[in-house]
């Protein structure tokens, strides 16, 4: 399986460094939002400033820096798939970053979870490609033990309820089956999300910090799937800004 020829070699024919040098200052600590809402709210309610782009041939993203409880923090728009995504961090690696933090919302896999459960996945099933030129083939990844505390520090400081489990990551939205979801389901999987396993490859080779904070949204639950829970109102993701920040501001103290 072609899947199975990892190579460890950390020096590759394009670097991130070729591209992204490093950065005297750069925030210790990125948060990469998903929602747009999130972005346009921190932009508009913090004094950030933009310190750096990430470019693909589509457009630029802005990488913002603010200062939160004396802490300086680098944000920006994380990008939907494990390879955009893991193309975006690695950038902000090379210039500076050793602690990433990943917010957005995971599908629900169980009854269990209601709408906007935050969910803190402790493992992920690599079902994406992206993960494997990273860390030798295998079915999990586990997240950063460290990492894992400091959110749960954070969470239980702020009497935030939340749920640990493993998560399935798979890059093939449509391809998730009823019998596909099934299995994943039997190999415990609480939650599914498109990005996870692949950066929680990704700080294992770069040898940096890694948490994620999901918020539920729609459910692979039932056996009529409403497309319409995709949607997480707005006031519910802006209260995930102070949390997601302050899981920022723990992640660098304990660097």
């Not at 639950?221 to 802006?238: F, H, N, P, R």
Request: glycine fraction near 4%; aromatic fraction near 10%.
């Amino acid at each position: 399986m072609i899947l199975e020829e990892f190579d460890k070699s950390t020096t590759a024919i394009l670097n991130p460094e070729d591209f992204s040098p490093k950065i005297k200052g750069f925030p210790k600590t990125a948060v990469g939002f998903f929602s747009k809402d999130i972005m346009d709210e921190i932009v508009q309610s913090y004094d950030a400033k933009i310190i750096y782009y990430t470019e693909t041939d589509n457009a630029l993203y802005p990488v913002y820096e603010l200062e939160f409880e004396n802490t300086k923090i680098a944000v920006t728009m994380a990008l939907v798939g494990a390879s955009r995504c893991v193309l975006t961090f690695e950038e902000l690696i090379s210039c500076g970053v050793e602690n990433l933090l990943l917010v957005g919302s995971c599908g629900r896999l169980t009854n269990g979870l209601d709408h906007f459960s935050i969910v803190l996945p402790t493992e992920a099933i690599r079902d994406e490609g992206t993960s494997y030129h990273y860390l030798p083939a295998s079915d999990e990844v586990q997240l950063d033990e460290d990492a894992i505390k400091c959110v749960e520090k954070v969470l239980n400081n702020m009497d935030v309820s939340y749920v640990k489990g493993k998560t399935w990551t798979t890059d093939a939205m449509f391809r998730e089956t009823r019998a596909k979801t099934e299995r994943r389901i039997e190999q415990g999987a609480i939650v599914v999300d498109m990005e996870c396993s692949a950066m929680a490859a990704l700080a294992k080779f770069r040898k940096v910090k890694f948490a994620q904070i999901f918020y539920a949204a729609d459910t692979l639950a039932e056996e009529v799937y409403d497309i319409k829970l995709l949607s997480v109102q707005k006031d519910k993701k802006s209260a995930i800004i102070p949390i997601a920040l302050t899981c920022a501001k723990e992640l660098n103290r304990r660097r």
